[in-house]
């Protein structure tokens, strides 16, 4: 069978080149979608595909047998035709009828997804972050434009009404210059604590959940969900939660690449298997065109407090749109929406914070925005709104014109890129001074074996392809 899949990749780029200019879909046309990956993030994909016209699930495809039927009545329970069902996502990538293909997967399959299924001529939506590790990412951006797909990035804040309303206030200079942005990943995360090496459960094809990713035996800590917390397969929670708010930093910062990056951290108050840090703080630097700006990252774990009370907004605790910065709102009560610290629940702030010299404006998550001006701090524009990530993307399978893509890879690969760079960071207990030109750390290969994915390897049979250009 690895030989049939070698032979797959090797004929990729053919099936791919013969099949480029032929699927132009019209507006009435059925998009036949296949889903790979159903546990967690796919069963939000299946829901959002069924809100979708015009567009068909007609294929799943994971390795646990055991979430494959859950989902399969899930589907029935929805109304949606039945799929065919696959294991092994290469079989299904030799699906002609299949037209596009969304991966749900753990992090370690995205970007090899990502390329196959272009190699394959489909289209592809490649969950966040689009790579394990900066190379993976860099030929996956470049296996989109060689085959010419259409490929978005589940960084879905840039599909956001309120998000875009908000960067487009930061672009007209409600702030002046924006000069320094903050991501906020504070999220409530216990401990794993330890499993020990186990039998592989009935009905989960574990060679295929590890793909190119080393065999170290099964745990259950190493497989559902907990895959984030090991470098083998994950990125820590700053690839996990934090990945949407480091790109929506870096998007209303309006950078790209760094030329510094500092990242100081660790794995605190719990005794476990995990192996990322849970508290990571990381400093990039930018010059672009002689301008310096700074971007901070921060993972908090477990206790928080809520910067711009991120975290605890309601919609009553959003100033009205166009609120003059002349109006005074009435001061907030102890544990109200407005108010700082936790009002229920368990703490959380995940957002985003810019600041200028005329003022900061703050991003809850991606459907909320607040700004304010002036020393006195007084509520500017604020605004609410919802995601369409994935019907961006299917009206750009339609159109055929990937310009229109709101979260295109190139940019989901540059902020994945952040990630990595930070971990490297961490991982080193070092600055890395970086060259946007070669996208290389300087001076020290062992940073760029890191980022290279060299410390991890490929399994055989799962090779990451080399795509030129």
């Not at 053919?14 to 132009?24: D, E, L, P, W």
């Not at 990035?153 to 924006?178: F, K, P, W, Y």
């Not at 895959?227 to 934090?242: E, K, P, S």
């Not at 490297?424 to 750390?441: A, I, K, N």
Request: with cysteine.
């Amino acid at each position: 069978m690895e030989s049939n899949r070698r032979d797959f990749l090797k004929t990729g780029a053919v099936f791919a080149a013969a099949i480029q200019g032929s699927n132009v879909l019209g507006a009435n046309d059925r998009i036949r979608v296949a889903v790979i990956g159903l546990r967690g993030r796919g069963r939000d994909h299946l829901k959002e595909f069924h809100k979708i016209d015009g567009v068909e699930v007609a294929a799943v495809c994971d390795i646990d047998e055991n979430v494959m039927a859950q989902r399969l009545g899930d589907m029935e329970k929805m109304g949606m035709p039945k799929p065919k069902t696959y294991v092994d996502a290469r079989k299904l990538l030799e699906d002609k009828s299949i037209d596009a293909v969304s991966i749900a997967t753990p992090n370690h399959w995205h970007s090899l997804l990502g390329i196959w299924a272009c190699q394959a001529g489909k289209d592809a939506y490649v969950e966040k972050p689009c790579s394990h590790n900066w190379y993976e990412g860099k030929q996956l951006a470049a296996a989109a434009r060689r085959y010419r797909r259409i490929v978005q990035h589940g960084t879905q804040s840039r599909s956001s009404t309120a998000a875009i309303e908000a960067v487009n206030h930061l672009r007209n200079g409600l702030i002046g210059d924006v000069y320094l942005s903050r991501g906020l990943c504070y999220k409530w995360r216990g401990t794993i604590g330890r499993q020990p090496r186990q039998a592989v459960p009935a009905g989960v094809h574990y060679d295929l959940w590890l793909g190119p990713a080393p065999d170290r035996g099964f745990t259950l800590n190493r497989f559902h969900y907990n895959w984030h917390w090991f470098w083998d397969t994950g990125n820590g929670d700053i690839g996990n939660q934090g990945i949407h708010e480091m790109d929506t930093a870096r998007w209303g910062l309006g950078v790209k690449w760094p030329t510094k990056v500092s990242a100081i951290g660790g794995h605190v108050m719990f005794d476990d298997d995990q192996e990322t840090p849970n508290i990571l703080n990381a400093v990039f630097e930018f010059n672009e065109g002689g301008q310096r700006k700074i971007l901070e990252f921060e993972v908090r774990h477990w206790i928080t407090n809520h910067e711009a009370a991120i975290g605890t907004w309601g919609k009553s605790a959003l100033p009205p749109a166009g609120l003059s910065a002349d109006a005074k709102p009435a001061p907030a009560k102890p544990n109200s929406p407005a108010s700082l610290g936790p009002v229920s629940g368990k703490p959380a702030t995940i957002g985003n914070l810019y600041y200028g010299p005329k003022g900061y404006l703050a991003i809850e998550e991606y459907t909320r925005y607040k700004s304010f001006l002036g020393e006195r701090e007084e509520p500017g524009p604020s605004g609410e709104g919802q995601e369409t990530n994935f019907q961006n993307w299917i009206d750009c399978l339609r159109s055929r014109d990937a310009s229109k893509l709101n979260a295109p890879i190139e940019e989901g690969y540059i902020s994945a890129s952040l990630v990595h760079l930070a971990n490297v960071s961490y991982r080193l207990g070092r600055t890395l001074h970086f060259d946007p030109q070669t996208e290389q750390v300087i001076g020290d290969e062992e940073a760029n074996r890191l980022l290279r994915g060299e410390d991890r390897g490929y399994r055989p049979g799962f090779e990451l392809p080399r795509i030129e250009g």
